[in-house]
């Protein structure tokens, strides 16, 4: 059984960096597709980024194109954070599926679509 801990939640000036991680247990590699979510109060989680290990292709959403990279190494997912908006902070939770296809769309999948999450990690961002 795959599991998902994320870790570097905290709290960050707006116009600063942070660097989320998500360890994976569980498997010998790293799932077919990974990515991040996000979700604040009141609000449905909304997936920000993706990527396919193997194949290094990410996805983005549009309001953190440019501001947040998705990468990895062998057994960690990050998202690197910079020029940190107040209307990034949220809590982020990390993602992960056995199949590729749910990251072979242009968009990051809805919520249903993915088999393992993480616990999330909260960022608060300060003005």
């Known amino acids: 059984q795959v599991q998902l801990v994320e870790s570097g939640g905290g709290s960050v000036q707006a116009g600063g960096s942070l660097r989320l991680s998500c360890s994976v247990f569980g498997s010998t590699s790293l799932p077919a597709c990974m990515g991040w979510f996000r979700q604040t109060p009141g609000k449905g989680r909304e997936g920000i980024a993706t990527?396919?290990?193997?194949?290094?292709s990410t996805v983005y959403v549009d309001s953190v194109k440019g501001r947040f990279t998705i990468s990895h190494d062998a057994n960690t997912l990050y998202l690197q954070m910079t020029s940190v908006r107040p209307e990034d902070a949220a809590m982020y939770y990390c993602v992960a599926d056995p199949s590729s296809l749910v990251c072979s769309v242009p968009r990051p999948s809805p919520p249903a679509m993915w088999k393992y999450w993480g616990r999330g990690t909260q960022v608060i961002v300060s003005a």
């Open positions: 990527l396919i290990p193997r194949a290094g």
